[in-house]
């Protein structure tokens, strides 16, 4: 089996972190390891296995030895190094926003359109973390009866937004137990104890820029232009996994143990509904794992060829490190990585 020389763009983040905990768990095949960040953490040390890596700035001449960059340091680095890491033959897998909707990038869940990996110029978008979970959850039953229109509201963790965020949590949840004030940082208002229905920024149309993501990126990924989808993205004070209430119209009527068969036996997912003994999925359990949990499956009483769905899954993992290293899983499977070596 061909070993690879890896490179993580964003190795000291939320994501970058997990993924190197990620490739060690799934002992991805890797010949080497590099790990990049910004000029701030150069010098640092970090553990992959047993071996002490130093954190290096990112660089031009950072991709010259690599076969596949993780990138997940934000999109203007993405915008910037992941042409010049593709330039140099290797295979980009991108975490940010930058590449998603470029028409020559293709957008992956391994589990809906690993085919699209073959068209691939260099780098592949991985999606946003609640299109991820949506789709996982859609797809199999799209397949069965064609979906027209999802309602979604989310309920997204605060690690969704980076290490900084789960810091403000931390924080802000101890000093409103203390009695004081709260001097917001991260967010636009107090996140402890609180929702914040404002995630990315205000579109023009009143939605926002992550309800949108979640709009063309599922039409994307699910080769579906004609799914009508209304997303309602809320920040919540929670520290890893989203949750997402989803009502979704198909094009026939479909009974819940219709969905539960089809959804038990779909990749990736983990039925959990029994309203009996009140089991539905949580964040709390989904964090750390790598399925995408789906429960309180039940016919939507407001119309006859719906369902209403509870999905959960852990942002950190399927909804970032996981699916990328996927969907480089994939690649190699298929033969669409070079080596340079
Ligand atoms: N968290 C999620 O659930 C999630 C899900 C999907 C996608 N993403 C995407 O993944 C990316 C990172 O998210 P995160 O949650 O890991 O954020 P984070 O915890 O804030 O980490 C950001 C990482 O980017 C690095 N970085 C910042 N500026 C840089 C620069 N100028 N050059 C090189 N590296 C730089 C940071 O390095 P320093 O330590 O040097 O600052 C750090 O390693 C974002 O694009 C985000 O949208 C996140």
New binding site residues.
Partial sequence: MNAYNVAI?????????EFIKVLEQRNFPMASIRL???????G?KLYVGHEEIV?K??ALDSFQHIDIAL????????KH?APIAAKSGALVVD???AWRMDPKVPLVVPEINPEDIKWHEGIIA?P??STIQMVVALYPLHMVNPIKRVVVSTYQ?V??????AMEELTTQAKLVLEGQNVVPHVYPHQIAFNLLPEIDVFLDNGYTKEEWKMVDETRKIMHAEDIEISATCVRVPVFVGHSEALNVEFTNPMTPDDARRILAQAPGIKVLDDPNVSLYPVPWQAAGTDDVYIGRIRADASYSRGLVLWVVAD??RK??ALNAIQIAEEAIKRNWVKLKS
């Fill in positions: 763009v964003g190795a000291t983040g939320m994501v970058g972190q990049y960040a910004s000029d701030r953490s150069a640092r954190v700035e990112t990138f997940s340091a934000g999109s203007e680095i993405s190094f975490n940010s926003a991985n946003n973390c963790a690690s969704g937004t980076g290490s900084a942002n950190i909804g970032a």
